[in-house]
């Protein structure tokens, strides 16, 4: 619309199923016709989210997402009448290996966007959160965390899933009937892996904490992907910095882990550098943003469409150095 003379080549993808794992979207685009979807930078969902401290305003860039591992375990026993309890019973080995997980803490491990964001956090709320920012940043230290501020952005769950591995239980099956014990039970684990920790080493894992029971036990993949991250060095993040701050004065940008995941992982596996940069209002208060996030009558406010269209539109015309 606007008869702009680019420099380069500007890509549009509109792909659905998104939230189902993309193997018909994003993920089939990037396996499938790889040459259509290749190129050097790309913006994207899951960063541009206005975050409050002290009295800075802060714009998050979503550089790197937590590796992907949905996988099913299956626990097997023996049946018998629910009259005469027994040891093999499948679903009670499969709540003991549960409990275990649920309970595991895995190795702290920190990135540099995390470093970054905590130490930016700190600086902005002063001595309390400077205290608590020290021991985050210490590897060499890990345990419970103090309560945060109030004034703090970042839960102490959070921070927790920015710096470890970990894993949710979340969803459970077995028996067929009300007096019968059942022979196996499967149970669907959600992990999220930090930079640097493997599939493998969360088996192990797995294995060791399973103890007496991991004779006992099956696993099956059901959806997997690697950690995907974009420098913090190229012109590009530089540009969306510049970009932030030219329409936003007094606003800072900072990076940022995504503990969940988008397609950005697909393109970056064919050789992109993408960044989740998708900037919302700050008028509308957090609380009531994360509300429209995936709850019924799903929605962006206007000043955030606007602003969202605006910044990235902006950023592109200056990557591909348009001339009206």
Not at 42 to 61: D, H, S
Not at 139 to 164: C, F, I, Q
Not at 238 to 256: A, D, H, R, Y
Not at 315 to 321: C, I, N
Request: charged content about 25%; proline content about 5%.
């Amino acid at each position: 619309r606007l008869k702009l003379d680019f420099a380069g080549e500007l890509i549009l993808l509109a792909a659905s199923d998104e939230e189902q794992g993309s193997s018909y979207g994003a993920e089939w685009l990037c396996k499938t016709h790889p040459d259509k979807m290749r190129c050097d930078y790309v913006l994207n969902e899951g960063g541009g989210t206005p975050v409050a401290v002290g009295n800075k305003l802060f714009y998050t860039i979503d550089n790197v997402e937590k590796g992907l591992w949905w996988f099913r375990v299956r626990v097997k026993g023996t049946s018998g009448h629910g009259s005469i309890p027994h040891n093999d019973n499948a679903l009670a080995k499969a709540a003991y290996i549960i409990d275990r997980v649920a309970k595991h803490r895995f190795p702290k491990k920190l990135v540099p966007s995390v470093r970054e964001l905590i130490s930016k956090v700190a600086d902005a709320l002063g001595s309390d959160m400077k205290k608590i920012a020290i021991m985050i940043l210490d590897e060499s230290k890990d345990g419970d965390l103090p309560p945060m501020p109030a004034s703090s952005p970042l839960s102490a769950g959070l921070v927790n899933s920015l710096t470890h591995t970990g894993i949710s239980p979340t969803m459970i099956h077995a028996g067929v009937k009300e007096n019968v014990i059942p022979d196996s039970c499967e149970f669907v684990l959600d992990c999220r892996l930090v930079p640097g920790y493997t599939r493998e080493k969360v088996k192990e894992t797995l294995m060791e904490l399973a103890g007496e029971y991991k004779k006992d036990i099956e696993i099956e993949t059901i959806q997997m992907h690697d950690v995907s991250e974009s420098p913090l060095t190229n012109e590009f993040y530089k540009l969306i910095e510049q970009t932030t701050k030219e329409e936003l004065p007094g606003v800072e940008t900072v990076p940022f882990m995504l503990t969940g995941a988008t397609d950005s992982r697909f393109v970056r596996e064919i050789g992109a550098a993408a960044y989740g940069f998708c900037p919302m209002s700050n008028k509308m208060p957090a609380k009531e943003r994360e509300k429209l996030i995936h709850n019924d009558n799903e929605r962006i406010d206007l000043e955030s469409m606007e602003l969202g269209t605006k910044l990235i539109a902006k950023v592109s015309m200056k990557a591909l150095q348009a001339k009206a």
